[in-house]
């Protein structure tokens, strides 16, 4: 197989593209399809935030359904992995980095190293996937504005110059169409770097209305977005822009995004002390009409 690693479009929003198989691998959830270049997004095999691209591929008048886009990886030695089973982290030397295309059903015989094939990705799910993703950075933001008088340390500074309570606490993220769920662990720990949870969890009803009106400001800006990459490939770095009323907010992120804020109707998060420990925060996007 090639030793490039995989050229991908999905970050200027490509939705369809053309390329080369370069690999075939059968696994037990089904066969898995490389191609040099590539418009689906993978799901990240260390940080799983954001789902794969679902959509087709064709070889010819075959077409076959990607359930999910995954990583992929194949050592200097020949070492073939998938998924959860890349035993480095992306972008660890002596390994190619490859998006994988996992098949629904049987895959056509056709679809082998070699072959020219098109691609096209689920656009409804990807602009939902898009807007859940921006949705979840923004409301990550607008969390650590609002918790911004609860430190007594400096914990460092997020994307927009305040105390980074999102970098510090948060302990997993998923997101989904039109939507993101995070989870923050208030224990010891952030407790000893300074952040006041006592006063937090008094004042919770009170933060979540400053987050939504914070929210409802920048999806009234219409602000811009924007992925900016550092190379072509799967393996290179990329940040997403926001061009917000504050300053310019830039995030390292793999993920795909909306190109501007007025593609929201609106973003609200509930925020839930399911524990003394824990805050869940459960982002929602409407898109606009």
Same mark, same amino acid.
């Given at each position: 197989?090639?030793?490039?690693?995989?050229?991908?479009?999905?970050?200027?929003?490509?939705?369809?593209?053309?390329?080369?198989?370069?690999?075939?691998?059968?696994?037990?959830?089904?066969?898995?399809?490389?191609?040099?270049?590539?418009?689906?997004?993978?799901?990240?095999?260390?940080?799983?935030?954001?789902?794969?691209?679902?959509?087709?591929?064709?070889?010819?008048?075959?077409?076959?359904?990607?359930?999910?886009?995954?990583?992929?990886?194949?050592?200097?030695?020949?070492?073939?992995?998938?998924?959860?089973?890349?035993?480095?982290?992306?972008?660890?030397?002596?390994?190619?980095?490859?998006?994988?295309?996992?098949?629904?059903?049987?895959?056509?015989?056709?679809?082998?190293?070699?072959?020219?094939?098109?691609?096209?990705?689920?656009?409804?799910?990807?602009?939902?996937?898009?807007?859940?993703?921006?949705?979840?950075?923004?409301?990550? #933001?607008?969390?650590?504005?609002? +918790? $911004?008088? *609860?430190?007594?340390?400096?914990?460092?500074?997020? /994307? =927009?110059?305040?105390? %980074?309570?999102?970098?510090?606490?948060?302990?997993?993220?998923?997101?989904?169409?039109?939507?993101?769920?995070?989870?923050?662990?208030?224990?010891?720990?952030?407790?000893?770097?300074?952040?006041?949870?006592?006063?937090?969890?008094?004042?919770?009803?009170?933060?979540?209305?400053?987050?939504?009106?914070?929210?409802?400001?920048?999806?009234?800006?219409?602000?811009?977005?924007?992925?900016?990459?550092?190379?072509?490939?799967?393996?290179?770095?990329?940040?997403?822009?926001?061009?917000?009323?504050?300053?310019?907010?830039?995030? #390292?992120?793999?993920?795909?995004? +909306? $190109?501007? *804020?007025?593609?929201?109707?609106?973003?609200?998060? /509930? =925020?839930?002390?399911? %524990?003394?420990?824990?805050?869940?925060?459960?982002?929602?996007?409407?898109?606009?009409?």
């Amino acid at each position: 197989m090639s030793a490039a690693s995989t050229i991908v479009s999905f970050p200027a929003g490509a939705l369809e593209g053309e390329g080369v198989v370069t690999h075939r691998e059968s696994t037990p959830e089904g066969a898995v399809i490389v191609v040099d270049r590539t418009p689906f997004h993978p799901v990240d095999h260390t940080w799983p935030d954001q789902p794969g691209d679902s959509g087709v591929i064709g070889v010819g008048d075959e077409q076959a359904r990607v359930d999910e886009a995954v990583m992929a990886a194949v050592s200097d030695e020949g070492v073939f992995a998938v998924g959860a089973e890349i035993p480095v982290k992306r972008g660890a030397e002596g390994w190619t980095w490859l998006v994988g295309h996992r098949v629904a059903g049987q895959a056509p015989e056709r679809l082998v190293a070699g072959a020219s094939i098109t691609l096209a990705v689920d656009a409804v799910r990807r602009a939902g996937l898009s807007r859940g993703h921006t949705a979840c950075h923004l409301a990550s #933001l607008a969390l650590d504005l609002a +918790v $911004a008088d *609860l430190w007594r340390k400096d914990p460092g500074a997020d /994307a =927009l110059g305040n105390p %980074d309570f999102e970098g510090r606490a948060n302990q997993s993220s998923r997101i989904h169409e039109d939507g993101a769920i995070d989870e923050y662990r208030l224990g010891k720990s952030l407790r000893r770097a300074g952040f006041d949870t006592e006063t937090f969890a008094s004042t919770l009803a009170a933060r979540e209305a400053q987050i939504n009106a914070q929210l409802a400001a920048w999806v009234s800006s219409g602000a811009s977005s924007r992925i900016e990459t550092e190379g072509s490939t799967i393996v290179d770095r990329r940040r997403w822009h926001c061009e917000l009323p504050e300053g310019e907010a830039v995030i #390292l992120c793999g993920g795909t995004h +909306v $190109a501007s *804020l007025s593609e929201f109707a609106s973003i609200s998060v /509930a =925020l839930e002390l399911t %524990d003394p420990q824990l805050l869940v925060m459960t982002t929602t996007a409407v898109p606009a009409d």
